[in-house]
């Protein structure tokens, strides 16, 4: 293959003089260039600074006007280490030492280089070599490994050119490892250096010192970033210096094919697909058929052009990929498979395909230009080096014959993804197929920019819609999603596939996800930006300029949507210089301006386009950088006389943010209280679990309180382990009767009636403190779940007598004797009570218990015979109940959604409301829920005649029930069962089911309930 040794331009492929240099590329690497000899001034000046920094940390150093700020950063550490420098060093003088190891160090640090990294020290015989700092790649893990493959050779052909043998002993030993680092310049006023600190750059050096000679070790964390463009060998797990526990490690072997995930279905391109099929038959019947798919990284042009080509290859085409790569500096590298396939379709059985065509009289082309085309080492070397124009046009000729000669053989599908990473030679190749066609031929082109050719078809990959996001992440987890989930990985991912996919794995890698009963349901949304997709976000961010990037920096420290105003008076740039850098930010795509009234033109706010570019550059500061700036957003909104309550929170997180938990805590509670009269869960967990953490430091006492609002807030979630969790911190810290009343309630949930009244009783006999009355509601809850109505019924009226009727605490007693009076019959005195109830929580702002209130009040009208009524209750109960997230209130209005239907007699809508509540009660872990939800299915399914599918389920349910103790749901269970075992001639089974819901429903005291069963217990008895 040409490489640097040829005499043609590694960009262009033109030939070029002896020890001359490529017009594209800069000169060689000399440790001890003088980069001033014949120049003066500034420019001179940045060559200087070049030589002794290197161009990247330079070139930042002249842009941003002095010292770098220091900053995390995702880097892959290439340290290579020479073996048998210390055995050399015995043998030669100083000078000959110096000759030998300055050109091998210069080499290597030259083929960093090549691919932007970063050579970060020397250190004797070794170089550490930095890729992602200072400025980042989409591909830095891929580029240091081609990095450390082509040292590898590069040390093989430079030994070869030193004195012979005074370089024999010379091995490359390698390590290479990804992680994060704090990127800074140190030192002191006479030497400043810039330098990584991290555990990556150890690790690296730590690989490298196991690595044999001539190996490559490289770290799990690289492994898996670069997927299967490299082949590698697994090495288990490697003890290393330092370390407490092994690491995982794996030898490079050498480069693979950047394949695309298969597994995955392809969403949401079914009309790209249905294109691209047309024109591979178009090109199958003889034409020659041009067409460009453009979206940014992650969109899916590869899998696009992938399922286009196996659905050639299945069609008897010849599919050949063209693939752009980082590594592709040699001139028509990039369509060298193009003519391998068509010297093997020419020549299948020739060992030499190259002598075959030497020998072959009707031969398409040319076999010294077709020695150079496939990098036959030498080849160029007859070429004529004084006509440069006329080489490239005879190289380019070649080209076009021998796909002419391929597509003799039957249709041809040219697959060139990556476009913008072609060699130029290659491109140029490209250029001429767009605009001449081969007739037979499909050119599929895999492009980011919609600029460039425009002949043939243009495809352009949109974001994806709501519902395809929601297809992909179920396919990704293999659950059903919940609407939080979805809905959170729609605004991180921006629709595009591969940041919806990373970020799916990110939250289940860090465990943010709660995972089951077939369901996956978001837990929190505060996770780090995926590895897989840092250095795509972070590419993007280093091409700003750096008073830019300065402003989009703040504007991230500020949050996902930033006030103008507030960003100008925080960075305290004018009106007009603000406007400027913001204009820029708005072109490069990272900020879009959100209109006041969405009408118009005038911006209320901007507005983060990927909330994952914002959460990369908060994530880039350094703590005290970060908390420097949010200080500086908390002072500005201080300044504001009548703050407003999203105001309120905005500065609770600002001054939490900035280490200043005491001036934090009192804005934490404010915020908290405000987001829970709104229903908004998600912000109310926030707030209050920043509470708790500034309370534990600095308000102790505060504790107890904070910690129960905080369970209350899960608990409504259905987030039982948390909550218990919380409530017993805050019952050990002198918690009063509503962390007792707020356990109790989780066991009750959980189906766990017996300990939920024990602990009850165990918080009478401590004589808890705070208003009891929220005790005697929880007990009368467990009491009426449990099937002792009358009891419950008790426990309200002593709860009811014991305070302010017309508080909230009074309107939640009352909902649960709504629910008493309801299931015992006494509708009238129900109805009053749930008046009474609403009012109660209107006046206090109780927005959940008001929740409850829609669904006992629907569940009041559906019994009473007010169907239309109970719906309409039903239906807004539950998207209030959806909206808070407050999930046993989902479940319950679906649960008596269903009944409504089942009145109507419309079975199969009762059936799926059943369906939907057994769906929320699993996500929420609420078993008696799903027991509920089971049992009533299953009777719907006995109405539609379903009878197999009814027992089924009905033996789930009651197994359900009896696991919670739900007398009233085992004997509704035992009931249906009666009635499909009737139905299906087992009267034996059905007297036995029928006798068992007669005596639940008595134990109930619902005598009434229990006739049908009797009545089927005796046309059933022997």
């Not at 288990?236 to 526990?245: A, C, E, F, I, Q």
């Not at 808070?884 to 209130?889: D, F, R, S, T, V």
Request: hydrophobic residues 45%.
């Amino acid at each position: 293959m040409p490489g640097a040794e040829d005499r043609f331009c590694a960009s262009c492929g033109r030939p070029l003089e002896a020890g001359t240099a490529s017009p594209h590329e800069g000169p060689p690497v000399e440790l001890l260039a003088d980069p001033t000899d014949g120049a003066d001034g500034p420019d001179a000046l940045v060559e200087l600074l070049r030589g002794f920094v290197g161009r990247q940390v330079a070139d930042r150093i002249t842009l941003e006007g002095g010292r770098p700020e220091e900053e995390r950063r995702l880097v892959t550490a290439v340290f290579a280490d020479l073996s048998g420098f210390a055995a050399l060093a015995g043998r030669l003088d100083a000078e000959e030492l110096q000759s030998v190891v300055d050109p091998v160090l210069a080499g290597l640090a030259g083929v960093v280089g090549r691919y932007d990294g970063h050579v970060e020290k020397f250190a004797g015989d070794a170089l550490l070599a930095l890729f992602g700092a200072p400025v980042a790649h989409e591909d830095d893990a891929a580029r240091a490994l081609h990095a450390a493959l082509d040292m590898r050779a590069e040390l093989t052909r430079l030994v070869g050119l030193v004195p012979t043998g005074s370089a024999d002993e010379l091995r490359l030993h390698v390590g290479v490892s990804t992680g994060p680092v704090v990127a800074r310049t140190v030192g002191w006023t006479a030497r400043m250096d810039y330098a990584v600190l991290g555990e990556s750059v150890i690790l690296a050096q730590r690989l490298q010192a196991l690595a044999p000679a001539g190996e490559v070790y490289v770290g799990a964390s690289t492994r898996a970033l670069v997927g299967e463009e490299f082949v590698f060998a697994d090495l288990g797990s490697l003890t290393v210096k330092d370390r407490p526990v092994p690491v995982a490690a794996f030898r490079l072997l050498g480069r693979g094919t950047a394949g695309t995930e298969e597994g995955l279905p392809l969403v949401g391109r079914e009309a790209e697909q249905a294109a691209l099929t047309d024109c591979l038959g178009r090109a199958r019947a003889g034409e020659g058929v041009v067409v460009r798919v453009s979206g940014p990284p992650g969109s899916g042009k590869s899998r696009l052009l992938a399922e286009v080509g196996r659905a050639a290859r299945v069609g008897g085409a010849t599919v050949v990929e063209l693939l752009g790569a980082v590594h592709a500096q040699s001139p028509y590298r990039c369509v060298l498979p193009l003519v391998a396939s068509a010297l093997q379709h020419r020549y299948p059985d020739a060992e030499d395909r190259l002598d075959a065509l030497a020998a072959d009289d009707a031969a398409p082309a040319d076999v010294g230009l077709t020695a150079v085309l496939v990098g036959r080492a030498g080849a160029g070397d007859a070429l004529d080096p004084r006509s440069p124009d006329l080489v490239r046009r005879q190289l380019d000729a070649a080209v076009r014959a021998w796909l002419l000669d391929l597509v003799t053989r039957g249709p041809v599908v040219l697959l060139a993804d990556g476009l913008q990473s072609f060699d130029t030679a290659s491109a140029e190749v490209l250029g001429q197929l767009v605009d001449d066609p081969v007739a037979g031929v499909l050119l599929c082109l895999g492009t980011r920019d919609e600029d460039g050719p425009r002949t043939g078809t243009s495809l352009r990959l949109p974001e994806l819609g709501a519902g395809d996001v929601r297809e992909l992440v179920a396919a990704e987890l293999g659950l059903v999603p919940d609407d939080r989930l979805v809905a959170h990985v729609s605004e991180r991912g921006q629709g595009n596939p591969l940041m919806v996919r990373e970020t799916v794995r990110q939250l289940r890698l860090e465990r943010l996800l709660e995972e089951r009963h077939g369901f996956a349901r978001l837990v929190t949304g505060a996770h780090t930006v995926p590895a897989t997709l840092e250095g795509l976000l972070a590419a993007r961010l280093d091409a700003l300029p750096p008073a830019v990037a300065q402003v989009a920096t703040t504007a991230a420290v500020i949050g996902l949507t930033v006030p103008p105003a507030l960003l100008r008076e925080v960075t305290g740039l004018s009106p007009e210089s603000c406007a400027r850098q913001v204009d820029a930010l708005v072109r490069a795509d990272v900020l879009r301006a959100a209109p006041a009234d969405g009408v118009s033109g005038t911006v209320a706010v901007w507005r983060f386009e990927n909330a994952l570019v914002r959460d990369l550059l908060v994530a880039r500061l350094t703590t005290r950088r970060r908390q420097r700036l949010h200080a500086r957003v908390a002072d500005a909104l201080g300044a504001v006389d009548e703050p407003s309550e999203e105001v309120v929170a905005l500065r609770a997180e600002h001054l939490y943010l900035a280490g200043d938990l005491a001036g934090a805590l009192p804005w934490l509670r404010r915020a908290a209280v405000h987001a829970r009269r709104l229903l908004a869960q998600d912000s109310a967990v926030l707030a209050l679990t920043r509470a708790v953490q500034a309370a534990r430091s600095v308000a102790p006492e505060a504790l107890a309180e904070l910690a129960t609002d905080l369970a209350d807030v899960w608990a409504e979630r259905g987030e039982h382990a948390r909550a218990r969790e919380l409530y017993r911190e805050a019952r050990r810290r002198g918690g009063d009767a509503r962390s007792w009343a707020g356990e109790a309630s989780v066991l009750r949930r959980e189906g766990r009636y017996a300990d939920a009244l024990a602990l009850l009783d165990e918080a009478d006999a401590a004589r808890a403190g705070g208003d009891v009355r929220l005790l005697a509601n929880e007990r009368s809850w467990a009491l009426s779940v449990s099937g002792d109505l009358e009891g419950a019924v008790g426990a309200l009226q002593v709860g009811l007598d014991a305070g302010d009727p017309t508080d909230g605490v009074a309107g939640l007693l009352l909902l649960q004797l709504v629910r008493a009076e309801t299931l015992l019959g006494q509708l009238p005195s129900a109805r009053e009570h749930v008046r009474r109830a609403i009012d109660n929580l209107e006046r206090a702002g109780d927005r959940a218990g008001l929740c409850t209130a829609f669904r006992l009040l629907g569940s009041l009208q559906q019994t009473s015979g007010e169907l239309d009524a109970a719906a309409t209750t039903l239906i807004e109960g539950l998207r209030l109940a959806t909206q808070a997230g407050l999930m046993e209130e989902m479940g319950g209005c679906q649960l008596n959604l269903g009944l409504v239907h089942a009145d109507r007699g419309d079975h199969r809508a009762a059936e799926d409301a059943y369906r939907l509540a057994g769906i929320t009660f699993e996500q929420a872990g609420i078993e008696a829920g799903r027991a509920m939800a089971y049992g009533n299915r299953a009777c719907e399914l006995f109405l539609l005649g379903e009878h197999d599918r009814s027992r089924t389920l009905a033996r789930r349910a009651l197994a359900l029930a009896e696991q919670v103790g739900n007398q009233l749901t085992a004997a509704d269970v035992h009931q249906t069962l009666a009635l499909v075992a009737e139905a299906t001639g087992d009267l034996v089974t059905a007297h036995r089911e029928a006798e068992a819901a007669v005596a639940g429903f008595e134990r109930a005291g619902l005598a009434v309930a229990a006739g049908p069963s009797r009545e089927l217990a005796e046309r059933c008895a022997p």
